[in-house]
Every structure is written in structure tokens, then in C-alpha cells.
């Protein structure tokens, strides 16, 4: 770079705004930080474009055209920093050639503004004259379009993986909360499935039972122990293997219900019916389970005289559907609170199956029905 004679000072050009050229329109002091860390680069890599550090000139003429070139980059990237991030704001990701379209028209615009303005500067200062204004524009832009155009670039290239890094990192973050949150609900489920199994009534209730057995039919009061024992070990093994096969889980409900059968006696009637093709279906451990003893619950002990309780299993379309129905006096099925059996039933599916399984609730006095519907192949 040279010092002009006569006053005048060829004005060194340098690049525009770097972080402003991917859409952020907030212009906080982390923003207008970035803006000026890539705008000294910018003045330090025009300054030796121009040949300033290696010219011959004194150095009071160098440093007089740093501080041109400096004002070149902060007039230029502070124009494209303003102009730029509200455009591309309106135009957002839509379309990558309509956010390539508005930089290639509006990057040019901002040089030429941005560099009006620079000039701009020596001329108040009275360093330039005002003849001498347009030459120096005019003298400044291929060099500020080269240098504005490769920190342009290399900017795009900056914010591009940056967001990448940030989306993948959200991405990962996200699939890490959710796969906490599904470990909680099965927790959570496992747990209150644990207390049901061993809630006291329901041990003591089958304790006597297998006592009264135990001398007047051995052989039922060693059944009903076997069975007591299947449903303690089926509630202890949850966590370790959360999908069984229907088959399993149907047992594991007939297990129960003749458990219950002998507490009840003929006010639990109950039927069990399941399709060949739907046995082999993965299912979450105690999701049918869940449902009958709800059933049982609130359809069977309130009532003195009982009622039945029908399981049902078919396969339809590539999904197998579990029915449990009964005949007690209903529920509002919008009251079901959190931490309640079927409401962490309903979470386990969702965690499981994704959208892929339901579970709907159809209940009125007389009728409940409550449907489960998972992929057949689990």
C-alpha cells in the first residue's frame, strides 16, 4: 500500500460481516463480537493483500493504512451485519437456492455501501478531498469483493458446521433424555407392578388360600403356590427382560386370575382366548397383566356379586390387539392420574413401540373395555 500525495490516501478495502450471513438477527454483544474478531482478520488479511508488509514505505504510512484498511472492515462487515440477518431472517431455510440467491445479491450491495461509507470517513476527516471520493470507491471494490467473498465463504463454511455439531449434539442429547426418560417409566412400572405382587393383602389373601388348600386338596394348594412363585419371579425379572412373548404374559394372566379365583370364588369368571398367530408377539412384561388386575380391582372385589372378565387376542393387519373387558361399573377414563397402572402402561408402549402401539380406553357403567394394539412382529 502506498500513502497518496497531495493530501489524498489510497484507501485499502477489506471483507464484510462475517456471523451475520446465516440468518441470526440478534444483535447482542456476543454477535457484534464475532462481528469485529472477523473483521480484524479481515483488515489484517487486506492489508496484505495490498502489500503492506512487505512495502518499502515508512512505517507511520504503514500504520496509517492499517487503520484505513480497519475502517474498511468494520464500515463494511457493520453494513453487511445489519443488512444481511433481517433478509435472510424473512427468506428463512426453506430453500437453499433462495438463501444462495439473497447472498450473492445482497454480499455485493453491502461492499459497495460498506465501502461508501469508508470513504466517507477521510473525507470528513478532511484526509481526502471530495473530488477524489468516487475514485477511491471505485479503486477499492475488486479488492474488498476478493477479500469479502473468501471470509464470506469461509464463514458459511464456519456457521454451516457449527450448526450441524449444534444439531447433532441436540439430536444425541434428546435420544439421551429420552432413553432416561424410558428407563424411569419402566422403573416406575416395574416398581408398582413389585408393590402389587407383594402388596400385603394380596400376599396374606393367597398365604391363607394356599393354607386352607393345603389339607383338604395338596395338590391345588401346590399348584397355587407354583403360580404365587411365577408372579413374584415374572415381577423380579422386568427390568432385565422388559418384552416377553403373549404367550408368556397370557400364562402369566391365568396365573393370576386362578390366584384370584380362589380368593373370589364364583364371583370371578373369567375367559382367556388367544389367536395361534398372535402368541409369539413381543409384548412389554405385565402390560396385559396390568390391565386384568385393574379389572379385578374395580370390577370384581367392589361388587358382592362379581362380575366376568374376558381376555382377548387377534391379529389384524400386521398388529396383534389385546381386549380386556369387563362388566363393572365403569370409570371416566379422563381422571386416570400419573403413576397409575394404565397410565404407566400407556408411557412403556410409547417408549417402546413409538407410535406404532395404543392403548384406548372405552368405559361406561356396565362395560369397560380397554384395547392394546402393538406391532406383531414386536
Known sequence: MTAGQAGSVEIAPTTSAPFALEGSHRHGWAY????????SIGALAAFGLIGGLVTNAPWSARARGLAVCFVYANCIG???ALIL??????????????MWAVRLIMIPIAIVLGSMLAVTVPVVLGLIRPQQYFANVRG??????IVTTVACLAVIAYETLRSQLDAATLALRTKERDEAEARRVATEAQLASLESRVNPHFLFNTLNSIASLTHSDPSGAERMTNQLASLMRSSLDSGSAPLVTLDEELKLVRDYLDIERVRFGDRLRFTVEASEGSRQTKVPRLSLQTVVENSVK???STRRQGGCVAVQASVSNGLTRLVVTDDGPGFDASYVREGHGLALLKSRLAMTFGGRATLLIDSRPGRTCITIEVPRSG
Open 140 to 145: 477499492s471494490l475488486w479488492t474488498s469483493f
Open 32 to 39: 457484534w463480537r464475532r462481528i469485529l474478531m472477523v473483521n
Open 298 to 300: 374395580y370390577a370384581i
Open 78 to 80: 457493520g453494513v453487511a
Open 85 to 98: 440477518p433481517p433478509v435472510l431472517h424473512r427468506v428463512g431455510r426453506r430453500s437453499r437456492v433462495a
